[in-house]
């Protein structure tokens, strides 16, 4: 079993659609968690960053962690053709060391 | 957020040369660096943790002769792919982290050898 969970899509969705995305992990270790954006042939760009559960929201953008069922969602409202791109979860904590875990990103497709 | 340089951001080679990836926190101090392959369609795959003024650390599999990494500074750490082979043609990735929670991105450097 992968630490991180990610489902690698691809994911079509029109625009105006409410996006979610979803990871699952195992180790209940991990206290900070992100959610990163990336477009084809460039790198990653933090989107997201939360600290243990709760919600936090960024404009369009809303992250929730759940520690209790280890699932972290990422939800982008009003969706863009401009949002289309690989969304990659990631999260970290005292494992014995801070080693960030990725997911293996979802592609998200948002048509016009 | 903070920014991270990564330069070049495309670079063909010919079989057997050397090529260096410079990887640079502009606007903090960068304790650890992290350096990654990425092949289309996949995710990152962590090649090697470097900590300035020391040596890095690699991932089981990552040869340490091919992939030489040095972090001399707390803003700058380089990866040199030795004699580059086309198999080598990938995208490689830097990160920098200041802290041990959030990691900054540069831009990546697609390497084509031929």
């Known amino acids: 079993q992968k630490e991180v969970e990610q489902d690698p899509g691809p994911l079509s969705v029109p625009e105006g659609a409410i996006v979610s995305l979803n990871c699952t992990y195992s180790n209940s270790a991990f206290q900070y968690f992100m959610w990163y954006r990336q477009y084809s042939r460039k790198g990653p760009e933090l989107l997201m960053y939360t600290y243990s559960s709760g919600n936090k929201e960024d404009g369009r953008f809303t992250a929730q962690v759940d520690k209790s069922s280890k699932y972290i969602s990422l939800f982008i409202r009003d969706s863009q053709p401009s949002d289309s791109a690989t969304y990659l979860c990631a999260m970290t904590g005292n494992t014995g060391g801070f080693k960030t875990i990725f997911g293996a990103g979802t592609r998200l497709f948002v048509k016009a | 957020g903070a920014v991270v340089s990564q330069h070049p951001s495309r670079v063909i080679c010919k079989s057997g040369t050397s090529v260096k990836i410079e990887c640079r926190s502009l606007?903090?101090?960068?304790?650890?660096m992290f350096w990654y392959r990425q092949f289309p369609k996949q995710s990152l795959m962590l090649m090697a943790t470097?900590?300035?003024?020391?040596?890095?650390?690699?991932e089981q599999g990552v040869e340490k002769d091919k992939f030489l990494i040095n972090h001399a500074s707390l803003t700058l750490s380089t990866l040199t792919v030795t004699s580059a082979h086309p198999e080598d043609s990938s995208f490689y990735i830097c990160s920098a982290s200041s802290t041990n929670e959030k990691l900054f991105f540069g831009s990546g450097t697609q390497l084509s050898v031929l």
């Open positions: 470097s900590n300035e003024g020391s040596k890095a650390t690699y």
């Open positions: 606007d903090f101090q960068a304790t650890t």
